[in-house]
């Protein structure tokens, strides 16, 4: 679902949660396994604020 929302250009904010460990093999965070044609057609993002929650940091991102 999230991958189909991001190719519909239907987010216009990330809030990721990131955690001091890893997991090992999983699912990707986005898309749908579709690649963009080209490095100017990837959707850009900035960073609207960072902040730690525990040993938790917590990333929101916006469209530029």
């Given at each position: 679902?999230?991958?189909?929302?991001m190719n519909d250009?239907?987010i216009d904010e990330?809030?990721?949660?990131?955690?001091?460990?890893?997991?090992?093999?999983?699912?990707?965070?986005?898309?749908?396994?579709?690649?963009?044609?080209?490095l100017g057609d990837?959707?850009?993002?900035?960073?609207?604020?960072?902040?730690?929650?525990?040993?938790?940091?917590?990333?929101?991102?916006?469209?530029?």
């Amino acid at each position: 679902l999230t991958g189909a929302m991001m190719n519909d250009d239907l987010i216009d904010e990330w809030l990721l949660y990131l955690a001091p460990m890893f997991l090992g093999d999983g699912m990707p965070v986005v898309g749908d396994g579709r690649a963009w044609p080209s490095l100017g057609d990837v959707p850009r993002w900035r960073w609207k604020d960072q902040s730690m929650v525990g040993e938790t940091m917590r990333l929101r991102l916006g469209r530029r």
